[in-house]
């Protein structure tokens, strides 16, 4: 099963998952880079909640739009590094951008940082509890006690050096079938979020993990927080305190095109 064995043999995995020769021979005509996003819920969630992929005022379509680029967004609410390392080698949608793509750009990380004083197995689980009764009153549980369970102890959702683990292996996999396949990556965004007890100590941690990475292997970081700060605390965002405005959207979309023209 891929990703159950030692970072070498899951990258060599994820390499050979990637079809790139059938894919390239079966549309020779095809033109249009491809901006392949891989991504949490901060890429397709608005003001008002999730929006379909093609929405044109979500980041990824703005950057496309922007650079003439077709876009690919893989993406779910609660992605971390590690799901988008399970995207890479079990998506066929990116096994298809891949040969196409202009560019490759990692938007996950900011969950890893957010604190998870209960396991993160115990939140993805909760779904399958069954009967319905008992699994609402699971999930009431489990809402009361992570906002103030965050504001003790560290505990964060996925380890900083994890985290970077799983993009060290995203990156190599990529570099393997195209070694000028240009890669951007992300700095956490900041949140204000009754959820998680507005806390967020997580995130500093994971920035110096994430540009200690960004410094040994030249893949650049945009910096959520620097985009969206001012949106997420204006009263313009999303009223659940961690999904961004209009606003954010277009900060994150103004650094993205910036430095994917500086490595393209």
């Known amino acids: 099963m891929p990703g159950t064995g030692s970072t070498a043999d899951a990258t060599a995995g994820a390499a050979t998952a990637l079809p790139l020769e059938d894919s390239v021979s079966a549309d020779p005509a095809r033109k249009r880079p491809v901006l392949l996003v891989i991504a949490d819920s901060l890429s397709y969630f608005g003001p008002e ?6 929405h044109p ?5 703005l950057v496309a739009s922007e650079l003439d680029w077709d ?3 893989v993406a779910r609410i609660g992605w971390t590094c590690r799901d988008a390392y399970w995207a ?3 998506d066929p949608r990116v096994w298809a951008a891949v040969p196409y793509a202009g560019a490759v750009v990692f938007a996950v990380g900011g969950m890893d940082s957010l604190p998870s004083p209960l396991p993160t197995a115990l939140r993805e689980l909760i779904r399958y509890v069954r009967p319905a009764g008992l699994r609402r009153v699971v999930r009431s549980v489990y809402q009361w006690v992570q906002p103030r369970a965050s504001k003790l102890g560290s505990r964060v959702a996925l380890p900083p050096e994890i985290s970077v683990d799983y993009l060290e292996q995203c990156r190599t996999a990529l570099a393997q079938l195209r070694p000028d396949l240009p890669m951007v990556a992300v700095l956490p965004s900041v949140h204000d979020c009754d959820a998680y007890g507005r806390v967020h100590r997580g995130r500093e941690p994971a920035v110096r993990a994430l540009e200690s990475w960004s410094a040994r292997t030249g ?4 910096d959520l927080k620097a985009a969206v700060h001012d949106n997420i605390f204006s009263g313009d965002a999303n009223p659940d305190g961690i999904h961004w405005g209009w606003d954010g959207h277009s900060e994150v979309a103004t650094s993205m ?3 994917l023209r500086e490595v393209g």
């Open 88 to 90: 890479l080698i079990g």
């Open 71 to 73: 876009v690919e967004l």
């Open 219 to 222: 893949v650049p970081l945009v």
């Open 57 to 61: 005022r979500i980041w990824p379509n």
């Open 49 to 54: 909640g999730g929006l379909p992929a093609d």
């Open 257 to 259: 095109v910036k430095t």
